[in-house]
């Protein structure tokens, strides 16, 4: 069983920045896919990023891009996003979610995930 645990949540103002972590359990971190999401009230959950095991390749929504980067850290079994130039409409829960297929062609897919935190609150402030 692949636990995943978030942190780095908190309140911001519109401006700031965010680096959320999310630390994996075992030693096969490196074979997973590796995806952020989030999830506002009364929304449905959406992707916001994503990285493959070899960490060469990334994936973020329109939403985010050019603001917000995806890396991982494989050796600490770890991926992290930080998030500049927050927005209000950046508020909302965010969770890790691994995926241990081999390959996807759809990392943007919440369906595709087989893992998933507890989620982290990010709230940012007008």
């Known amino acids: 069983q692949v636990q995943l645990v978030e942190s780095g949540g908190g309140l911001v103002q519109a401006g700031g920045s965010l680096r959320l972590s999310c630390a994996a359990s075992g030693r096969t971190f490196s074979n997973y896919l590796m995806g952020w999401f989030r999830q506002a009230p009364g929304k449905e959950r959406e992707f916001v990023a994503a990285i493959r095991r070899s960490g060469d390749s990334e994936y973020y929504a329109d939403s985010v891009k050019g603001r917000f980067t995806i890396s991982r850290d494989n050796a600490k079994s770890t991926v992290f996003l930080q998030m500049n130039s927050l927005k209000p409409e950046d508020t909302a829960v965010y969770y890790c979610?691994?995926?241990?297929?081999?390959?996807?062609?759809?990392?943007?897919?919440?369906?595709?995930?087989?893992?998933w935190g507890q989620g982290t609150q990010v709230t940012v402030s007008s």
């Open positions: 979610a691994a995926n241990q297929a081999l390959f996807t062609a759809t990392p943007w897919n919440a369906g595709r995930y087989d893992y």
